[in-house]
């Protein structure tokens, strides 16, 4: 047994330390060193911001990981400055750069001020969103966001939802809540979505315990909607089989394409099979703040669930997204109380928990990011930012299909463009792949530009995802230029080297 004289013996040797140690413990001694800290890391990104003129360095992960792989992380610097410094070499030197107007790539935003600042607050208060007794004004506050969220979609009263890390979990939870209402036995439930919708679809299908053909893939039409012709037709299926449509999942901008599927025909259909209606709000949910378009989104206020990643198009840092219910009562099937955490009687006395309708339990608060950047700049300021976006991807389109050496694929709803290089000349259809398949690596091996890329049809695209206001049709212009200047050297050597192998082959018949 140690004594109490043991205990305050062996104090002094490591006294030091641990008064070090406390030293960076947030706190009422330590408000100066917290303030000093975080004002040299955003000093510091300043200056990055202002002075990056790539969206990337285009280092490669070979180059990358012994970098990162030499620092003794048994070792520390003891000092903020010296990490700092370390930290410009293993990360923030190469780091992809969102603010960039020629990052084009993915659905990834630049981001607002109010709401950094809010990432700062919330994770030095470090409320937890599960309880009331860990987040107080937090859950409030998360709570009337909700309720703004819900009365911009058009829900109705009994509306409620919780914020998620995005639209992966946001996707499941829906589905879980669709699952447990539809009450049948696993193997005779069916989810109906496009092929256009998002993979977190199945991979939700495989987390609800539902089976291998359980996602019923419903077909789209040319502009990469849902055909509710199609919809109709699988459903009358299901019903002839004895099958169960436990939700039909339509999505209000895919992912690739921006399209957004018919809502109020979906919804009609819903109703008729007695269908749960989700809405895959994920990217389009900027619409809901759009001063000229919010019409796009007309039918899902009838939805019985709805996604939406505010980390897409609301222009808020990663994570923040949430799912929303027409009718509160559903979120009881994520409900489980702990003795510990949310007993039983605090439900009954009315305590805010918002556990008891999460599928997480300690949960940031993702909602004050939002809530700052609609105090600081409101929500039409969101919604013009979206707008502007959706506008630009509108003139690049023009741009596209004007320029020979690009087709496209759809006139966007929303702001990505899905084309592909065509090299004049016969080539065939796998020679053209991999010029564009080259073209969208020597693009980012070089930093210039980043784009994406996407198989349509089988065969290799590049994609545009416009989220960035900065990004100037005269970049999207540059940028062709980069692509078919890759695409062309490409095709330059493959020819070369296919001569000069004929000419050897040739020689030696001789
Ligand atoms: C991005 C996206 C998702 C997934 O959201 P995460 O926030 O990345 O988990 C789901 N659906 C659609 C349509 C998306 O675009």
Redesign the pocket.
């Known amino acids: 047994m140690i004594s109490q004289a043991d205990l305050i013996e062996s104090a002094p040797d490591g006294a030091a330390t641990a008064a070090d140690s406390r030293s960076h413990l947030l706190g009422d001694q330590t408000a100066e060193r917290y303030r000093r800290s975080l004002t040299e890391g955003v000093t510091r990104l300043a200056e990055r911001f202002a002075t990056t003129g790539r969206p990337f360095t285009g280092i490669s992960p070979e180059a990358l990981t012994p970098e990162v792989a030499a620092i003794d992380l048994d070792r520390p610097l003891g000092d903020t400055t010296a990490a700092l410094d370390e930290l410009e070499d293993v990360y923030l030197r190469d780091a992809v750069y969102f603010h960039h107007p020629r990052y084009l790539a993915h ?1 990834n935003c630049p981001v607002v001020i109010p709401a950094v600042l809010g990432e700062a607050v919330l994770s030095a208060v470090n409320s937890s969103l599960d309880t009331w007794d860990q987040s107080a004004g937090g859950t409030l506050i998360e709570r009337r966001l909700i309720d703004w969220t819900a009365e911009r979609i058009g829900l109705g009263p009994h509306a409620d939802g919780v914020f998620t ?7 499941l939870h829906a589905l879980l809540l669709a699952r447990e209402e539809a009450g049948a036995e696993p193997g005779r439930l069916r989810i109906l979505a496009s092929a256009c ?2 993979f ?1 679809v199945r991979k939700s299908a495989k987390l609800l315990g539902l089976g291998e053909d359980s996602v019923i893939e419903v077909e789209c039409d040319a502009d990469r909607r849902m055909r509710p012709d199609a919809l109709a037709r699988e459903l009358r299926r299901c019903a002839e089989r004895d099958l169960v449509p436990m939700a039909v999942v339509a ?5 690739d394409f921006g399209s957004i599927d018919p809502l109020p025909r979906i919804a009609d259909l819903c109703a008729r099979y007695g269908a749960w209606f989700h809405v ?5 949910c900027g619409l809901l703040v759009s001063r000229t378009r919010r019409h796009l989104l007309d039918g899902v206020e009838r939805a019985d669930s709805v ?1 939406v ?1 505010f ?2 198009s609301f222009f808020q840092p ?2 923040s ?1 949430a799912v929303l219910v027409r009718d509160r009562a559903t979120l009881r099937h994520a409900t489980y109380h702990a003795d510990y955490l949310n007993p039983a009687r605090m439900a009954k006395r009315r305590i805010p928990n918002q556990v008891d309708k999460s599928l997480q339990t300690t949960r940031r608060f993702d909602a004050l990011k939002l809530w700052l950047t609609l105090r600081v700049m409101g929500a039409d300021a969101i919604g013009d930012l979206f707008d502007e976006v959706v506008g630009r991807a509108a003139d690049a389109w023009r741009l596209l299909a004007a320029d020979p050496r690009y087709e496209v694929v759809t006139r966007p709803q929303l702001s990505t463009l899905v084309f592909r290089y065509l090299p004049s000349g016969d080539h065939d259809d796998a020679t053209v792949d991999r010029a564009n398949l080259h073209a969208r690596d020597a693009l980012f091996a070089s930093g210039e530009a980043i784009v994406a890329g996407t198989v349509v049809d089988g065969r290799h695209h590049l994609k545009f995802t416009l989220l960035n206001p900065h990004t100037t049709l005269h970049d999207i212009a540059t940028v062709l230029d980069l692509i078919a200047g890759h695409a062309e050297a490409h095709l330059a050597e493959q020819s070369a080297t296919t001569r000069h192998h004929g000419e050897l082959t040739g020689s030696l018949a001789r």
């Open positions: 659905l890390s995005g639209g992966t979990q946001s996707n919708g998002h977190s999505t209000a901008g895919t992912t895959d709000a994920a990217y389009g996604t990643d980390h897409k990663v994570s997204s």
